[in-house]
């Protein structure tokens, strides 16, 4: 028998198609992938330390920064476990624009998924297109918290402010006119030869495979299993709303991208009955030792000001015990592990990642397959480097 | 109350003497276990009663208590859409426990990020090596007695010190 040689090659950790600061080791026989070592690590912050420094409400801008591109689920997680911990409720008004938020930024990382996604394969106009897109959500983002990205925007107990007057006609406008945006996305893909021939029948994974790497999101869904926290575990008042859960069957990345794009539908669905609920209310629980004062009684009374710099210095004391809070993050279940011992800071803040429990899973996706495949199953499993890494 | 949890009932059935205590908090059910027999309680939660899906894995570290450690899994069933935890102390002096990866390949990742920042050793992993930190790293970050601002170097006072 010849000797056969195999040949390494170092993808990353800067490589546009990479989508960060991932370094992928593959092993080559030709060009057909033997064996993939991933190397990840280059962007760890050490958030789940830090946290155990920091009071629970100096904790939310560190979540921000795990999932960049859907900074408001990070947000919304968290302090959802917090709430919990607490034994606190909400408030409907502020319920709703969290799911508002929440919907608005699984369309804004799922256009940003779309974008990358098609670029990597070669679709220069779809790339130009989402972000023409993502860039209305974006201005929304700017004007109802002050931030593009990190946003910073819920607070334990409910918001931080209510939104600006004219945001209703601002998201309505999206729901209206995204449909339109979508049909012109999937003209350009969906029966695109080129784009079927890169995409059906790669980086196949089977239901129990991918139960079995504990991939959660659109990538379980793309292999058949109906498992939606926002149906099966509802959290923040998804139990009011009707829509559908998109699966797939073969659990290609065809299969991926077609769950994603009806996802995105289903958003617009959640985001226009959640504003046709949105009704004038408090935006903040009636607790006021968690929660911030209003900014008119911080300005105009000693006694608010006090409150404030209270919370702001001390934060708050949290019974002890231990809670977790699993939410569908646009990539999927991203969950909230927090241990208290009774102090104003968590004891441990454990974060389980959906990319990095995804990306796991690569080697089984890909193995056998073309070097240039690799690029469309990184892409369609959709991950983000900020929270792999935390 | 936990002890009405049927998952509870079953395996108070099966691993009687295994089982340190059973508590509800938050509607969360937190089942606590002896290191030996993690393994065939986890096969046991798999194979018999449905909970197919393995969420998570990590640890805590307790400094100053004994046993020093503990390490939290987060099981789910997708078919009764049920939830359960399980934890199992670990001790300073042998930090060691059998590794889930026979089970699962999800914990593959998940144990050896926990080796990563707890330094705590898995039996029977196959792949055991640092993830998130380089291989040359020294001390385990997430341990208690690890200074917020790394080793060597003094605290932060503050913008004005």
Known sequence: MANKETMTLNMGPQHPSTHGVL???????????????PDIGYLHRGVEKLAEHRTYHQAIPLTDRLDYLAPMHNNLGYVLAVEKLLGIEVPERARTIRVIMAELTRLKSHLLWLACHALDIGAMTVFIYCFREREVIMSIYERV?????????????????DVYDGFEGD?????????RHF????????????????????GVISAEEAIDFGMTGPVLRGSGVDWDLRKDDPYSGYENYSFKVPVGEGGDTFDRYQVRLVEMREALNIISQALDSLKPGPILADAPQVCYPP???????????????????????????????????????????????????PYRLRIRPPSFVNLQ?????SKGAMIADLVAVIGSLDIVLGEIDR | MAEENHAVIMLRARFADSIISAKKFRDEVTVTVRKEYITKICRFLKENLQFNFLIDVTAVDYMGKAPRFMMVYHFLSIQSKERIRLKVPVSESDPA?????????????????????????????????RILLPNDWSGHPLRKDYPLQGPDREPYKGRLA
């Open chain 1, 361 to 365: 899973a690569i080697e089984k996706m």
């Open chain 1, 145 to 161: 918290s002050g931030a593009r990205m990190t946003t910073n925007f819920f607070r334990v107990g409910g918001l931080s402010q």
């Open chain 1, 23 to 37: 370094r992928l080791i593959v092993e080559l026989d030709g060009e057909v992938i033997q064996k993939i070592t």
């Open chain 1, 171 to 179: 998201v309505q406008r999206i729901v209206a006119e995204f449909p």
């Open chain 1, 183 to 202: 049909d012109t996305y999937e003209g350009l893909l969906t029966r695109n030869t080129i784009w079927l021939q890169r995409t059906v029948g790669n």
């Open chain 1, 295 to 345: 900014k008119e009684a911080v300005y105009n009374t000693i006694e608010g000001l006090i409150h404030h710099f209270k919370i702001a210095s001390e934060g708050f004391p949290v019974p002890e015990g231990e809670v977790y809070q699993g939410v569908e993050n646009p990539k999927g279940e991203l969950g909230y592990y927090i241990v208290s011992d009774g102090t104003a800071k």
């Open chain 2, 97 to 129: 426990i059998d590794s889930l990866v026979p089970l699962w390949n999800t914990a593959n990742w998940l144990e050896r990020e926990v080796f990563d920042l707890f330094g705590i050793t898995f039996n029977n992993h196959p792949d055991l090596r």
